[in-house]
């Protein structure tokens, strides 16, 4: 049996804290865990509000205007919201999400790890879809030293790259594949991903990407390698009317506590054994 205690807002169960699991059912949700760090051309980056068990987060086409839009948030808890105070993760992780689009052919979506403490976040990761429409024709890259607050996509992984049902490699290091498919507005169809990061030593690291059935894997190296990073997402479109990117259960994995929550989850412990010495 699984014992749980809440402390000042803090849920500890004998496995651990739990992970956080954003549905976006719930007013501010967005607005409440994630922090804006680009936003590019004025995209419109909201919760819906279509009914019970039927929202999601969306960011839109401008409505008029030729423009390429962007819209970057990383996932912070704090109260007053920076950069340097994103959520943080320690050792291996996986975030799950999952992922709908009928943007045009270009449009792109992707996952930063990235130094919270470094410039604009300059030091990171970064794992990334091109969508196109057609089928077995987007592609998966995983790169370094993007730009969580523009629209740079940095430099992609060319080596050290592995597939699952992931399609040829490109020899600019992308993976072609049918990650999923163009759905509509009115009836999106979402599709299941994660991203996975496993520290190691000896260029041992590997950051997998995961979209639908592909899975594209990239051995890091030691120099590249990102400790405690923090977690955000980047969406990217084109044109204009009223295509729209949508992610949905967003589920991430324990933070880092701060110094004063580990001194939290010690009385925790500590409250834990004196219980079960007098039981």
């Given at each position: 049996m699984r014992t749980v205690f809440t402390i000042l807002g803090v849920v500890v169960g004998s496995q651990g804290a739990f992970a956080a699991v954003y549905d976006f059912e719930t007013a501010n949700q967005f607005s409440d865990s994630f922090h804006t760090l680009a936003s590019v051309n004025s995209p419109t980056t909201a919760q819906t509000s279509n009914g019970a068990a039927n929202d999601y987060l969306r960011m839109a086409q401008r409505p008029s205007g030729n423009f390429q839009v962007t819209s970057a948030f990383a996932y912070n808890t704090s109260a007053t919201k920076t950069l340097a105070n994103s959520d943080t993760f320690g050792g291996a992780f996986t975030v799950d999400f999952k992922v709908s689009s009928?943007?045009?052919?270009?449009?792109?979506?992707?996952?930063?790890?990235?130094?919270?403490?470094?410039?604009?976040?300059?030091?990171?990761?970064?794992?990334?879809?091109?969508?196109?429409q057609s089928s077995e024709n987007d592609r998966i890259r995983i790169a370094r030293d993007a730009s969580p607050t523009s629209t740079g996509n940095g430099t992609t992984y060319t080596t050290g790259l592995t597939g699952t049902n992931a399609g040829f490699l490109d020899a600019s290091g992308y993976h072609q594949v049918n990650a999923f498919s163009s759905?509509?507005?009115?009836?999106?169809?979402?599709?299941?991903?994660?991203?996975?990061?496993?520290p190691g030593t000896g260029d041992t690291t590997t950051l997998a990407f995961t979209l639908g059935a592909a899975t594209v894997t990239a051995v890091i190296p030691d120099t590249d390698v990102i400790s405690n990073p923090a977690i955000a997402f980047r969406l990217n479109t084109y044109g204009n009317g009223t295509a729209e990117w949508r992610l949905d259960d967003i589920a991430f994995p324990n933070a880092v506590p701060e110094p004063a929550s580990m001194g939290l989850l010690a009385l925790a412990g500590t409250a834990l054994l004196a219980r079960r010495r007098h039981v």
């Open positions: 009928n943007t045009p052919g270009g449009s792109g979506f992707g996952l930063f790890l990235f130094d919270p403490t470094s410039s604009n976040g300059s030091n990171n990761l970064y794992a990334w879809v091109q969508f196109n759905t509509s507005n009115s009836s999106p169809v979402f599709t299941n991903g994660s991203i996975t990061y496993t």
